[in-house]
C-alpha cells in the first residue's frame, strides 16, 4: 500500500473527495445549484458520512493502550478542537451580528423576559443565539457556524467506546453482534422519533460503520496486491448496487439527525455497505494511477484530509457569511459558482492560519513554518 508520513494514500484522497461532496452538499442546501450537481452532492453527502467513520475504523490500531492513555489522546487530538473550533467561531458567528435577521427571518427573541428589565428586542435575539450556541457546543451540536463539527463530537464517543469494549472482549465476533445491535437500535430510535436526541442515533449508527472498518482493515493487505484491473472489476457490482438504490435515499436521510430508513434497515445498509466497498476500490485503485496532472488532484484531495478539522469547521462558516451578507447582491445564476470560490478562498486562507497561527486550536499540532508547507499536495 501506498504509503506517505505514515499515512495510507488511497484513505486520504477518498476522505479529501468526500469532503469536498459533503462541503458542495451543504452549499446546495444554502444557495441555487445546478438541479444534477446537487443531486451527485446530496447522495454523495448521505454515503460520505458513513464513508468517514468507515475510514476512521480502518485506522483503529489493535494495541494494548490504556483506556486512560487512550482517552487523553482522544481527548487532546478530538474533543479539545471541537470544544475550542466551536467556542471559537461562536463569537464569529455572522447571524449574531445580524439581529435584525435574527428578529424577522428567525424569529428571535423567543424567551419573555420581565418588563423590569427592558432589553432591546435586537439586543436580546443576538444574545439568545449567542447562548444558545454555547449551549449546542455542549451538547454535541456544535455552534451553528460550524455545524458540521457534530462530526467530531461523535467520533470522540465512538472511538473510545470501541477501544474500551475491544479491550475487555477482545472478540471479534462478540464486537460484530455488538455493532449489529447498536445499528438496530439507532433504526428503533429513528422509528420512535427520538434519534437526534443527545446524538444518541449517530453515535449508535456511526460505531456499526466504525466496526466495519475495523474489519475491512484486517483484509486490505490482500486487495493492496490485487492489479489495478482486478480491483475496479470487483468494485463494479457494488457501485452498480449503490447507483441503483441511491434514488430511494434521495432526501430520506439525516444521519446528523438520527433519521434513517427505519423501515427498509436492509436496504440502507446494502446502499451504505456498497456504496463504501465500492468507492473504497475505486480509490484503492486510482491510488495507483501515475498520470500526469492527475497526481496534483490527489495531492489535493490528500491536503485536503490532512486539514479534515479545519475544513469541517470554517466552511460552513463562511457558507454562513456568504448566504447571509453577499448573496442578495450576486445574481442567482451565479450564486452556485460564488459561493464555491468564496468558501474555497476561506477554507485556504484558514489552513494558512490555523497551521501557522492558531495550530493550539486544532489539538496541538506542530506548527508549520510557512505558506508551502501548510498547503503542500505531496
Known amino acids: 500500500m501506498a504509503v506517505n508520513n505514515n499515512r495510507i494514500r488511497w484513505i486520504d484522497e477518498l476522505k479529501g473527495a468526500i469532503l469536498v461532496f459533503i462541503c458542495l452538499g451543504h452549499i446546495a442546501g444554502m444557495v441555487y445549484t445546478p438541479p444534477c450537481v446537487k443531486y451527485i452532492a446530496d447522495i454523495l453527502t ?53 439581529p435584525t435577521y435574527l428578529v424577522n427571518v428567525l424569529h428571535y427573541p423567543r424567551l419573555v423576559l420581565p418588563e423590569l428589565l427592558s432589553i432591546n428586542p435586537h439586543i436580546q435575539a443576538s444574545l439568545e443565539f449567542f447562548i444558545g450556541d454555547i449551549c449546542c457546543t455542549l451538547l454535541g451540536i456544535s455552534s451553528r457556524a460550524t455545524l458540521p463539527l457534530w462530526f467530531v463530537f461523535v467520533l470522540y ?33 429513528s422509528y420512535v422519533g427520538m434519534g437526534g436526541h443527545m446524538k444518541a442515533g449517530p453515535i449508535l449508527m456511526a460505531f456499526f460503520f466504525y466496526w466495519f472498518g475495523v474489519v475491512m482493515s484486517n483484509k486490505q493487505n490482500k486487495t493492496d496486491k490485487w492489479p489495478n484491473s482486478i480491483i475496479f472489476l470487483f468494485s463494479a457490482p457494488f457501485i452498480g448496487l449503490f447507483v441503483l438504490l441511491a434514488p430511494s435515499f434521495y432526501n430520506q436521510i439525516s444521519f446528523v439527525n438520527g433519521c434513517f430508513a427505519h423501515d427498509r434497515p436492509l436496504s440502507y445498509l446494502g446502499f451504505s455497505l456498497s456504496g463504501i466497498i465500492g468507492l473504497s476500490l475505486i480509490f484503492a485503485g486510482i491510488s495507483k494511477l501515475n498520470l500526469l496532472g492527475f497526481n496534483a488532484l490527489k495531492g489535493i484531495l490528500r491536503n485536503i484530509a490532512r486539514n479534515s478539522l479545519i475544513v469541517l469547521a470554517t466552511h460552513y462558516f463562511f457558507l454562513c457569511i456568504f448566504s447571509l451578507c453577499i448573496k442578495e447582491y450576486i445574481p442567482i445564476a451565479w450564486h452556485f459558482i460564488s459561493t464555491t470560490l468564496f468558501v474555497i478562498m476561506g477554507c485556504l486562507a484558514s489552513i494558512i492560519i490555523f497551521r501557522t497561527k492558531l495550530y493550539m486550536f486544532i489539538g496541538g499540532e506542530k506548527v508549520h513554518q510557512n505558506t508551502t508547507e501548510c498547503l503542500s499536495i505531496k
Not at 80 to 96: A, G, K, N, Q
Not at 157 to 185: D, E, G, N, P, R
Open 46 to 98: 448521505i454515503i460520505g458520512v458513513p464513508i468517514f467513520f468507515f475510514l476512521s475504523g480502518m485506522l483503529f490500531k489493535n494495541k494494548e493502550t490504556s483506556t486512560k492513555a487512550y482517552l487523553q489522546k482522544k481527548t487532546k487530538s478530538l474533543l479539545i478542537p471541537y470544544i475550542l473550533l466551536s467556542i471559537l467561531f461562536t463569537f464569529f458567528d455572522p447571524y449574531i451580528y445580524n
Open 157 to 189: 464517543f465512538v472511538t473510545i467506546a470501541y477501544h474500551w469494549i475491544f479491550i475487555k472482549i477482545k472478540s471479534q465476533k462478540v464486537m460484530a453482534i455488538i455493532a449489529i445491535l447498536c445499528a438496530a437500535m439507532a433504526f428503533v430510535l
